[in-house]
């Protein structure tokens, strides 16, 4: 693919409710989206106009990994950007890690682009995303992850709400402080049928062994990300002093920190998350990684627009998705989508079907929430 134009948009779209982490309160999503335009070669010889749609996961501050819209708009349109323009027509959704490796990091920015030039490629081909990847399913489980809520009987209040609408697994954000009170109070409401989990988004230390040590008698799926990122040695410490699985988020930034976790056994499951690790191309390495090792992956998410809900969704339909992700109803985050909303039935997103991602941004909505645009060229 020869690209003619890089387009980068910042939207800004209000969050139903705030959503609090161990992090911070989020009130907004604000995201850097990509849209590649461009011609192929098409089937008969012939060049094909294509375009497609890329968004990156980071957020509006470094306050989840390094990674921030700010400086994603800049590392795309002064490095990403001019080394794809330099490779002519030889730009293929493979190539785009090769032809931006030069870059150290930044894998959030370059998932993006690897994305909108992945989704023109297919809308192109007629190919859907989920059958380039290998989805063997047509649609997925979806579990909801629940922020901290400022009382317990409010946390309950929350928790009883998604399951009325079917969500298959409940995931709980923790933090010093919001820990076995709450969890416990779920667990005890809904019995130990209830798909359970829990996030500390890197909240605590070796130091806290002992406290994360009493959720072993809560019964849960696993503990996500417990310590900090760069704490590989750590985690696998703390793994052996838990029965609960832990899983890895933050820490699993490419197949090959997959392979390592594994390796250290700081990891019996990884939240996979395509932005994370540097798009959906690596995002499947890790999920084949992990199912060479007996490891099970889910899909996380960063309150996505449809546009990575939609590839999300994919990527969930692979045969090694064995645990419900947090791909769930756009109205989890959002009164109305950039897309069309992806809904809840029976406990299910349904994975698209159409070219490329399956979805489009809604033109009037796209104008409404975009706070900045920059088109690039050669
Ligand atoms: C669904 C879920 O829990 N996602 C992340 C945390 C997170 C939380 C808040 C966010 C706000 C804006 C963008 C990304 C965000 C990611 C996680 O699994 O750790
Ligand atoms: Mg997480």
Known sequence: ?????????????????????????????????VRVRGDLRGPGGDRVETGGW????????????????AGAVQVTRDFLAPRLFAAGDAVTAERVGPLLAGVVGHRMAKAAVE???????????????????GAVRDRVPSGVSVGIQPSVPELLDVVAGYLDEGYVRIKL??????????????RERWGDDLLLQVDANAAFTLADAPLLQRLDELGLLLI???????DLVQHAELARMLRTPVCLDESVVSA???????????????????????????????????????????????????????????????????????????????????????????????????PGLGVEPVPELLAEW??????LSP
């Open 256 to 354: 090959r920190a997959a392979a390592d976790a594994i390796r250290l056994g700081a990891a019996r499951v990884i939240n996979v998350k395509p932005g994370r690790v540097g798009g959906y191309l690596e995002a499947r390495r890790v999920h084949d990684v992990a199912v060479a090792n007996g490891v099970a992956v889910w899909c996380g998410g960063m309150l996505e627009t449809g546009l990575g809900r939609a590839a999300n969704a994919a990527l969930a339909a692979l045969p090694g998705f064995t645990l419900p992700g947090d791909v769930s109803a756009s109205s989890r985050f959002y009164e109305t989508d950039l897309t069309r909303p992806f809904v809840l039935e029976d406990g299910h997103v349904a994975v698209p079907t159409g």
């Open 115 to 133: 994305m909108a030039v992945l989704d023109a490629e297919l809308r192109a081909r007629g190919v859907p995303l989920a059958e380039h990847l």
């Open 224 to 230: 996500e990300q417990p310590l900090a990122e760069d």
């Open 370 to 375: 975009t706070s900045w645009r920059q088109v």
């Open 1 to 33: 693919m020869r690209l003619r134009d890089i387009e980068l948009r910042i939207v800004r779209m209000p969050l139903r409710s705030p959503f609090r982490t161990s992090f911070g309160v989020e009130t907004e999503k604000v995201a850097l989206l």
């Open 173 to 186: 954000k923790i933090a010093p402080g919001w820990v076995l009170e709450p969890v416990r109070a779920v």
């Open 54 to 69: 890329g968004e990156c996961v980071a957020m509006e501050e470094p306050l989840y990994s390094a990674e921030y819209v």
